[in-house]
């Protein structure tokens, strides 16, 4: 994890010194000063500081799924290793996990190899595994903060760039490659290359039709897709004070698509009640002691950003991406851009070919442009609350003639929540497909995928060429705007639905 | 580890920013449980065009990618940086990487080189111009070299240090075990532990 030397517009070093590589500056150093979150957790977490050398820090928290874990158990098997904290590792399965017929041999054999690997692995190496089938199964980036590991303060890893999802915790989190997997799992450390921080601070409120994805594409369209790249950003002001733990969540999860190094927010009684009673949440004085801990989890008042960005809440929309990667996006209510109007000679080109892969004209009202898929799900938008805004939505209408709606709840648990509370019934009952967790077409690795020009409105997090299947076009939507666009047949959000419901007595 | 200290070879100009590890190896290709057989994968995608660069029957054997700004973006997967290998790729070089991509990058002893975009576009030229030229990464030097190019580039020096002696990182960080055990021992008891109670 290292960061490039290319900052964005206004960034500035706050020591004076050079940013190139070749220079270490550690979080602490020459600050007598406060500290931000991110410097607080980082510094916590130190094992070992030497002059020229990154930080070794410990992780207090290793997720793993089936993709990304195999070569890493090869390598400590070669090497006749152990995981070093089994009671700080946990793995699940969801990347390549089908979401119909679970409950018989899967039928990819590629596939299911993959997953006989993850767990004959985590019964060798003594990995608590939940596996498809079992009712903890689901997004590892759902899973863990729905079993109370994910708290504030911990440093979180998992082979998964979207790990940054659980700094929405005021933790530190971040994506890794296999490599660092190994690492970690067979010494609970890894050296780090010092970071850059950066506060995006969003003032005022945000609307009643304006979601956490809205926010956060507004911000990936604003700094761009390198735009992070070496920061941390922590996500802050009053009206991300305001969001649940769900919304951040999304905020934070979306960090790593403006190539930030992680996300934060800090901690707050929000934090602390989402995390109470949950399985794995501290007991009796290990509570108070945690709280204690948690509430010194803030940036100070003196403490500076390397970089700092803020948004009026007040400005933002609902948001939608028009292009192939998320930071190519813009109002719904605004035009498919033309690419001669880019300055950048680079960002016009990447422009040209995004409408071409997308297949849309400059000028083209985004409104306008029709769907054949609507997919809810994914580590960004596949949680209880994305569920119930996209059923809110949908009760007493229907999916539009022609358009296929998948609906992949994020766990098993948070499937059993919205069962309980009858959304799968809106759902079916609207015409959407009801299916079990997993990643499921955000990735398109197990079979729910878009065929070679098929077009899709998606609350996941990447709308690259060929990601949901090979040749599938990908807008990036909240869930609101999925619903809506899948009543409409267009992209659209709930504010364009006529009030043509049909009256259910409750 | 492999070591790295320099590598000539001929280049693939790849004119594209924001280039994804999706598009470098596609998340059909992460079914599969080894770190080798990636290379059919790399660029899946684009090698179905007959024109794309990679396919050029000049191309042939090239070892240096030199790659527009954001190369790397999107999913963590360790395959993109294996494809690349696998392919035969030495060094790739861009003005602008993503995070988890040059750290992968730098695990596996692919060099990736930060350069300019100015000198990029140089590297660029020079290539297209004639695709026998051959570039010259030199991590001993810390420079790259081709005909009129010669452009200084930097790496952390822990990171160089490791990629010149081919170390493998988890031997290094086990010789601080005592700091391990002693940070354990000092951790509060109310951290988060997995073994279900």
Redesign the interface.
């Known amino acids: 994890m290292e960061r490039g030397t290319a900052a964005p517009p206004g960034s500035r070093d706050r020591t004076g010194t050079s940013l190139e590589l070749g220079r270490t500056k550690h979080p602490a150093e020459g600050k007598a000063m406060g500290r931000t979150l991110a410097e607080k957790v980082w510094d916590d977490h130190i094992v070992r500081r030497a002059e020229g050398e990154p930080d070794l820090l410990f992780i207090d928290l290793h997720l793993l799924h089936e993709v990304t874990s195999p070569q890493a158990f090869d390598g400590l098997r070669k090497n006749g290793r152990r995981v070093r904290r089994t009671d700080l590792t946990i793995a699940t399965e969801d990347h390549n996990t089908p979401t119909l017929d679970i409950d018989k041999p899967i039928a990819d054999p590629v596939s299911r190899t993959q997953l006989e690997t993850l767990r004959r692995n985590c019964a060798e190496f003594g990995v608590r595994l939940h596996p498809l089938g079992d009712v903890e199964q689901g997004v590892v980036h759902v899973v863990g903060p729905q079993l109370g590991l994910t708290q504030p303060g911990t440093t979180v890893v998992c082979g998964d760039s979207h790990t940054s999802t659980h700094g929405a915790f005021g933790a530190l989190a971040f994506g890794i490659g296999t490599s660092q997997v190994e690492h970690v799992l067979a010494t609970q450390t890894l050296p780090l290359a010092p970071f850059r921080t950066m506060a995006v601070t969003v003032n005022g409120e945000l609307g009643d039709d304006v979601t956490a994805k809205d926010l956060i594409l507004a911000v990936i369209a604003r700094i761009g897709t390198g735009g992070g790249q070496g920061y941390v950003i922590e996500y802050r002001g009053e009206a991300i004070e305001k969001l649940s733990m769900e919304a951040r969540m999304t905020i934070c999860n979306m960090s790593i698509e403006a190539g930030a190094r992680a996300g934060m927010i800090a901690p707050d009684s929000t934090t602390f009640d989402y995390i109470r009673g949950r399985d794995h949440a501290p007991q009796g004085a290990d509570w108070d002691a945690a709280v204690e801990y948690w509430r010194t989890l803030r940036t100070d008042d003196d403490a500076v950003f390397d970089h700092e960005v803020v948004i009026d809440a007040a400005e933002l929309a609902p948001f939608v991406t028009w292009g192939t990667n998320p930071g190519q996006g813009a109002p719904l209510s605004a035009s498919v851009p033309d690419p001669a109007a880019f300055e950048d000679a680079s960002e016009r080109f990447a422009a040209e070919k995004a409408l071409e892969y997308m297949g849309l004209a400059p000028g083209q009202p985004l409104r306008e442009i029709p769907v054949d898929t609507v997919f809810v799900g994914s580590c960004t938008n596949g949680r209880i609350e994305d569920l119930r805004a996209a059923a809110s939505v949908l009760d007493g209408r229907s999916v539009a003639d022609g358009v296929r709606m998948l609906v992949v709840p994020g766990s098993v648990r948070v499937a059993l929540e919205a069962v309980a509370e009858g959304l799968d019934k809106v759902f079916t009952g609207a015409g959407a497909e009801w299916r079990h967790a997993g990643c499921s077409m955000c990735l398109g690795m197990n079979p729910d995928q878009l065929a070679p020009g098929e077009r899709s409105a998606s609350t996941s997090n990447r709308n690259f060429e060929g990601r949901q299947g090979k040749g599938g076009r990908t807008h990036l939507v909240s869930p609101q705007v999925a619903a809506a666009t899948a009543v409409l047949g267009h992209l659209a959000s709930p504010a364009d639905l006529v009030d043509d419901r049909i009256a259910v007595e409750a | 580890m492999e070591a790295f200290t320099t590598h000539t070879g001929r280049a693939v100009p790849l ?4 280039v ?1 590890t ?2 470098i190896i ?3 290709w ?6 080798d057989g990636f290379e059919d994968g790399l660029f899946e ?1 684009w090698r179905k065009d007959p024109e794309f660069v990679l396919n050029r029957p000049e191309r042939q054997g090239s070892t240096v990618l030199v790659a ?3 190369f790397g ?6 395959h993109a ?1 294996w494809a690349l290998q696998n392919y035969g790729f030495k060094a790739v070089i861009s ?6 991509f ?3 990058s ?3 002893g692919l060099l990736t080189v ?1 350069l300019p ?1 100015e000198t990029v576009e140089r590297l660029w030229q020079i290539t297209e111009a004639d695709p026998a030229a051959e570039i010259t990464v030199d991590l001993v030097a810390r420079e790259v070299r081709a005909e009129g190019v010669r452009a200084a580039f ?6 160089r240090w490791r990629l010149m002696e081919g170390l493998d ?2 031997s ?3 010789q ?1 075990e005592a ?2 055990s002693a ?2 021992a000092s ?11």
């Not at chain 2, 992460?30 to 770190?35: F, G, H, I, S, W």
């Not at chain 2, 973006?73 to 360790?78: F, P």
């Not at chain 2, 930097?154 to 990171?159: D, K, M, R």
């Open positions: 004119r594209r920013s924001n994804d999706d598009q596609p998340a059909h992460l079914k599969k449980v080894t770190r995608a527009g700004p954001d973006t999107g999913s963590s997967r360790e940086v003005p602008r990487f993503a995070d988890i040059r750290g992968n730098l695990k596996n930060l975009q930097e790496l952390e020096e822990n990171a990182d988890i290094l960080t086990l601080n700091a391990i940070y354990e951790r509060p008891a109310f951290k988060p532990r997995t073994a279900r109670a």
